[in-house]
């Protein structure tokens, strides 16, 4: 009986692993777009203490993305800023995003001002 039962289990967890939920379209639109956007921005990304380049940035989030997708984790545009491009998952220290001439500031602020822009066009 226990053996059924631990098969049963093992099959069900497969199962829903296979079947996890993913973004819309218009949602994997929205994700996308802020990914380019920040890769084609010029804007210096900072995570753990240390200044990246937008394109290295980008490919980070991208990473990040690409995991939290396999998980059935990200369901929404805001889903992707909160879970990935927030705060770094290791040490929790937040993300901050420095574009020439301006002040460094949280990458979610950013990132959703970005989404707004992108919704309202």
Request: a positive charge.
């Amino acid at each position: 009986m226990k053996k059924h039962l631990i098969t049963a289990l093992l099959l069900c967890a497969a199962t829903s692993a296979a079947l996890a939920e993913k973004p819309t379209p218009a949602a994997t639109q929205e994700i996308e777009h802020l990914i380019s956007h920040l890769k084609n921005s010029g804007c210096e990304f900072q995570r753990n203490g240390s200044w990246y380049d937008s394109a290295k940035a980008a490919d980070h989030l991208r990473g990040k993305y690409d995991y939290l997708l396999k998980k059935g984790w990200v369901l929404t545009s805001e889903d992707f800023i909160a879970r990935a491009a927030s705060e770094s998952s290791m040490s929790h220290k937040p993300y901050q995003v420095r574009c020439a001439g301006k002040e460094a500031e949280p990458s979610a602020a950013w990132l959703k001002a970005e989404l707004m822009r992108y919704r309202a066009r």
